[in-house]
């Protein structure tokens, strides 16, 4: 839902509240919109991205890059946000936890949304898995495709920690058809995950149960992650636990 600056309050004194402004040009009056209409889209859209609050204050400044695979990885984000709508690709950042791989992603929706005005929406795959599962019951009052809806029209989806949840064949399919529609549609899709990827093209789950190993291909299946690394560009991370180094660094003795 839009407010318009009548229902934000109207308290703009520039323009009255109505979101225009009238210049004196020498054709005549000009009107241009009025940057209170502007904050405000730009607000709407930094809601819609419904970046988890414990991310909302990371930015591509404030990523500390401790080693060489972390500074590549900022380099990459921020060429992607720069060079934004040209990529083709989206990016899948693997690495195990407390590198920053939610901080790098979060900070390029948030400076999508804040340089570029585009529409992008953040994801935990658990939380998503959550909702698809919690739709199925009989006395929900969420439909799938209400989930679903922001998940396949952004122009930037964030799927974040991909494969942290143990999914049935079913959710499984969904996921792979809202990462399918997504490429068929040329939207982009930035992806983490802690799992790490291997040289295996086949998953070594048991069919009946997909219970396996852990690498990337065991929790989201062949189809699923071919079709991503059809869609996006690998980038690595590693190092030294990235929260702890940083945390020990600010305290004092
Ligand atoms: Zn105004």
Same mark, same amino acid.
């Given at each position: 839902m839009t407010v318009t600056p009548e229902q934000a $309050?109207?308290?703009?004194? =520039?323009c009255q509240g109505t979101g225009w402004i009238l210049d004196d040009a020498s054709g005549g009056r000009v009107a241009r919109r009025c940057h209170c209409l502007l904050d405000l889209r730009r607000q709407n859209l930094l809601d819609r991205a419904r970046i988890p609050r414990r991310y909302r204050n990371c930015t591509l400044a404030n990523?500390? /890059?401790?080693n060489d695979s972390l500074r590549h990885a900022l380099k990459i984000a921020r060429k992607f946000v720069k060079d934004y709508p040209a990529p083709d690709v989206g990016l899948l950042f693997i690495g195990?936890?407390?590198?920053g791989k939610t901080h790098l992603v979060a900070a390029v929706l948030q400076e999508l949304v804040l340089k570029k005005n585009v529409f992008c929406v953040f994801t935990d795959f658990r939380d998503l898995i959550r909702e698809i599962q919690s739709t199925?019951?009989?006395?929900?009052?969420?439909s799938e495709s209400d989930v679903l809806a922001p998940v396949f029209q952004c122009e930037v989806l964030v799927l974040d920690e991909l494969g942290a949840k143990r999914t049935t064949a079913w959710v499984e399919e969904t996921v792979f058809y809202i990462i399918n529609h997504r490429y068929n549609n040329k939207k982009m899709t930035l992806f983490t995950t802690n799992y790490p990827d291997t040289? /295996?093209?086949?998953?070594?789950?048991? =069919?009946?149960?997909?219970?396996? $190993?852990?690498s990337l291909v065991d929790r989201i299946g062949v189809r699923l992650r071919s079709r991503i690394y059809e869609m996006c560009k690998v980038v690595e991370m590693d190092g030294d636990d990235y929260r702890k180094t940083v945390k020990q660094a600010g305290y004092r003795f």
């Open positions: $309050g109207g308290g703009c004194a =520039t990523f500390d /890059a401790l195990p936890c407390g590198v199925f019951s009989p006395d929900s009052v969420i040289e /295996a093209e086949e998953d070594s789950r048991d =069919t009946m149960y997909k219970k396996g $190993g852990d």
